[in-house]
């Protein structure tokens, strides 16, 4: 199998992973957080001393809650800090957890009171795109709104058209959120945004800036600039930049389990396959996450030691499957990943795909569509996705290489070679990442 197989297959597992777990909700709880009940992670502290805090932080929320039995404050700031560890952590416990917060803050809350917008913030997190809209409606009908809550309404409306794929009317609201108030989340919101639509030296430089507006404590923060900005070097194929990116966050932030996810990617693509065979087998000791093994799993392949990967793989799926019986709209992206790379069922993997595109039909999902219905040999289907994707002002590398496979298996070669030229000024590594595409699944 090719090299590139396996590049392709360790990215794309955890492609998006990090603004799933830590979209900008999380950054904004730096603007809410409150002495005691703020967010994990004092000055210089690691990961698992957030952790710590964190606990420690909802215990006494968790208390608070006892002591106050009407009301429900408490309960939706532990239900946030739930969030913020399950964003933290990928651990789909502390969404449970949250929701258990939340769905007690309402049973107490007065009618038409509660913590609406907390609640949206959940179901964006866990993908509930259509419940997220209404808890957003809901807030709206107030009587009396606030400037403050308007704003945080605009914030994670914002959001929510990011994660819907409605790029035109996401750059319109961030940009009035950023003309409003020029800070570190409203920054971010525009870097994510012009990531998506092949800005990638813009978003970096918004990152720049929204890290230099940060001034709060928590180095966790300062750790996911840098995580983002080598992500985007990554995207970029600009490897040797990426990994001192994620040196420093792991500098700002100690054992955080994603700067080593991040950096055992690009040692994958820069062919370090001993180091990054034992980064993730470190990893997957620490997380018992199952993205960790799908990664471990495409090395062992790679390496030909079939019975280790069919092992992983097993054990990987297990995990994806309990995860959707739980939290299925959270779940599907990260075993739509699973499925597209080992299962040798592609008219399956094409009906995930297709309930992950209606679940959020933004750029990303249509080039996983793409992919799937080029496995399955729907070289029209494919094509539409792709041509979908691109007309929403989408912009990446991979969904140009694939829009590239699929011009050339249409025997439209004016169309393939403009779209590799696209692929190749966002990423020159663009073509191998790609490569596992034109393998037959299995």
Do not use: C
């Not at 194929?237 to 955080?256: H, I, M, S, V």
Request: aromatic residues 8%; neutral net charge; proline residues 4%.
């Amino acid at each position: 199998m090719a090299i590139a197989w396996v590049r392709k297959n360790v990215a794309a597992m955890a492609n998006g992973l990090l603004r799933r777990l830590a979209p900008i909700a999380l950054l904004a709880t730096l603007v809410q957080a409150h002495p005691g009940h703020g967010p994990g992670g004092a000055a210089g502290s690691g990961y698992v001393d957030a952790l710590v805090n964190l606990e420690a932080s909802t215990r006494s929320l968790r208390a608070d809650a006892e002591r106050r039995p009407t009301d429900w404050l408490p309960l939706e700031s532990a239900a946030r800090l739930y969030l913020e560890r399950a964003r933290l952590t990928g651990n789909y416990d502390d969404f449970a957890r949250a929701d258990s917060m939340l769905t007690r803050a309402f049973a107490i809350a007065p009618k038409k009171a509660g913590p609406f917008l907390t609640r949206a913030e959940y179901f964006l997190s866990i993908h509930r795109l259509a419940d997220a809209e209404a808890e957003i409606a809901k807030e709206e009908g107030g009587a009396i709104i606030p400037p403050a809550t308007r704003r945080a309404i605009a914030e994670v409306r914002a959001d929510l058209l990011v994660e819907q794929g409605n790029y035109s009317e996401a750059r319109t609201a961030i940009e009035a959120l950023v003309a409003q108030e020029r800070n570190a989340p409203n920054l971010s919101r525009l870097a994510i945004l012009e990531w998506h639509l092949g800005q990638p030296a813009r978003a970096d430089h918004l990152l720049a800036e929204a890290e230099s507006l940060y001034f709060g404590p928590q180095e966790q923060y300062r750790a996911w600039f840098r995580l983002q900005r080598g992500d985007l070097a990554t995207a970029r194929g600009n490897y040797d930049e990426a990994l001192a990116r994620y040196r420093e966050a792991e500098e700002l932030f100690q054992g955080w389990w994603l700067t080593a996810f991040r950096a055992a990617q690009v040692m994958e693509r820069q062919q370090k396959f001993e180091a990054a065979t034992f980064a993730y087998q470190d990893l997957v000791s620490r997380t018992n996450l199952p993205e960790v093994m799908d990664a471990l799993a495409a090395l062992y392949r790679e390496q030909g030691e079939a019975s280790a990967a069919t092992r992983w793989i097993a054990k990987a799926r297990r995990l994806h499957d309990a995860r959707e019986a739980r939290f299925a709209e959270a779940a599907l992206g990260h075993a739509l990943q699973h499925h597209l790379h080992f299962d040798p069922d592609p008219k399956a993997v094409v009906s995930r795909a297709e309930r992950n595109r209606d679940l959020r039909s933004n750029g990303e999902a249509w080039t996983w569509l793409a992919q799937a219905q080029l496995r399955a040999g729907d070289f029209v289907a494919s094509e539409a996705a792709i041509d979908r994707a691109l007309k929403s002002g989408w912009r990446s590398a991979e969904t140009w290489a694939t829009g590239a496979i699929v011009a050339r298996r249409m025997g439209n070669g004016r169309l393939e070679r403009e779209r590799l030229g696209a692929a190749v000024a966002l990423n020159p590594d663009a073509p191998r990442l790609v490569a596992w595409l034109e393998e037959p699944p299995r």
